[in-house]
T-cell receptor
Framework: DAGVTQSPTHLIKTRGQQVTLRCSPKSGHDTVSWYQQALGQGPQFIFQ???????QRGNFPDRFSGHQFPNYSSELNVNALLLGDSALYLCASSFFGSNEQFFGPGTRLTVL | GENVEQHPSTLSVQEGDSAVIKCTYSDSASNYFPWYKQELGKRPQLIIDIRSNVGEKKDQRIAVTLNKTAKHFSLHITETQPEDSAVYFCAATPDSLLTGGGNKLTFGTGTQLKVEL
């Protein structure tokens, strides 16, 4: 039973660039949530996707956007990168209607 | 929106002792409270959760208590072992069935637990 997977593991970008992060949910899960975890902090909710639509969104600017594909996998896109976007980006999957969320290993993004 | 506070930020105990981590939340609509363990460089792992219709839940050495009136919940680890050393996060969210199916977790700032030999 495959767990949540994310790619890439690490990424280095420069300010102003754009980045795309990818997530494959746990087998059987249909809902994907994205979180940003700054160093020494708890994860902060970015948004959640179900049925290829954004269902909920946290307090993040429009530079952060996402997509969900028919196979339930998801992408997180960040445009016009800022130094403050440097963080661990976590993907969590769940069944829609279930409370339990299971996290992937994350993508460490460094913006120089 | 929901705000979750977590204390202490660091906790050091001797092996075999108990550890307690406390969280408070602000949104009375929250009724699902999970706890995650995150080892250095690894993903957060769900270790236990509790819903508002129960006051306590136990799983081997780990227990969680909830006081909805006071809006606080706690994680209790007994007979601590070196492998319990990690960062622990509490979180809160309204039940997904009440939000139309989706839910977002609001996390505390984490507690670095160190179990010393």
């Amino acid at each position: 039973d495959a767990g949540v997977t994310q790619s890439p593991t690490h990424l280095i970008k420069t300010r102003g660039q754009q980045v795309t992060l990818r997530c494959s949910p746990k087998s059987g899960h249909d809902t994907v949530s994205w979180y940003q975890q700054a160093l020494g902090q708890g994860p902060q909710f970015i948004f959640q996707y179900y049925e290829e639509e954004e269902r909920q969104r946290g307090n993040f600017p429009d530079r952060f956007s996402g997509h969900q594909f028919p196979n339930y996998s998801s992408e997180l896109n960040v445009n016009a990168l800022l130094l403050g976007d440097s963080a661990l980006y976590l993907c969590a999957s769940s069944f829609f209607g279930s409370n339990e969320q299971f996290f992937g290993p994350g993508t460490r993004l460094t913006v120089l | 929106g929901e705000n979750v506070e977590q204390h202490p930020s660091t906790l050091s105990v001797q092996e075999g002792d108990s550890a307690v981590i406390k969280c408070t939340y602000s949104d009375s609509a929250s009724n699902y409270f999970p706890w995650y363990k995150q080892e250095l460089g690894k993903r957060p792992q769900l270790i236990i959760d509790i819903r508002s219709n129960v006051g306590e839940k136990k799983d081997q050495r780990i227990a969680v208590t909830l006081n909805k009136t006071a809006k606080h919940f706690s994680l209790h680890i007994t007979e601590t072992q070196p492998e319990d050393s990690a960062v622990y996060f509490c979180a809160a969210t309204p039940d997904s069935l009440l939000t139309g199916g989706g839910n977002k977790l609001t996390f505390g700032t984490g507690t670095q637990l160190k179990v010393e030999l």
